[in-house]
């Protein structure tokens, strides 16, 4: 079995691809902090729950020939919302909001990455032979 195919590891790959993608949502948001009418972007919060759905191994039925097929990793869906507050100008980005998510998602970022360390430690050690 590929090592990136297993349902741990490729989930923890979602996980960090969708972190990633979050907080490059979040510099730009603080990048257009100042930008008339601007709102601020994010990613849709159930992503990750769809893609672990995915992944539980229980199928949906397919009762109707109309019903799409479900299957493979959900793509995120980026919402454009507005913070608590929007300034004269239209800009809805709040920066201390902003920097808030940031931190949030460097903190699920680093646990997600101890993870996957913790993953391939424990192949490792299943990997070696008796008494070594």
């Known amino acids: 079995m590929d090592i990136g195919q297993a349902p741990y590891f490729e989930l923890l790959r979602i996980r960090l691809d969708q972190l990633s993608q979050r907080q ?5 948001n603080i990048a257009n902090a100042s930008t008339p009418g601007y709102t601020p972007r994010d990613l849709d919060a159930s992503a990750f729950q769809r ?10 039925a397919r009762t109707n020939a ?3 097929a ?28 902003q920097t808030v998510r940031a931190a949030e998602t460097r ?3 680093e646990t997600a990455l101890a993870l996957y360390q913790k993953g391939l ?8 032979p008796p008494g070594r």
């Open 107 to 109: 903190m699920q970022y």
């Open 51 to 60: 893609a672990l759905d995915a992944q539980s191994g229980v199928a949906l």
């Open 121 to 128: 430690q424990l192949l490792r050690m299943a990997s070696r």
């Open 66 to 68: 109309g019903h799409m």
């Open 24 to 28: 490059r949502l979040i510099a730009e």
């Open 70 to 97: 479900a299957g493979g990793a959900p793509q995120a869906v980026i919402v454009t919302r507005a913070d608590s507050e929007t300034t004269l100008d239209g800009n809805a980005v709040v920066l201390e909001e």
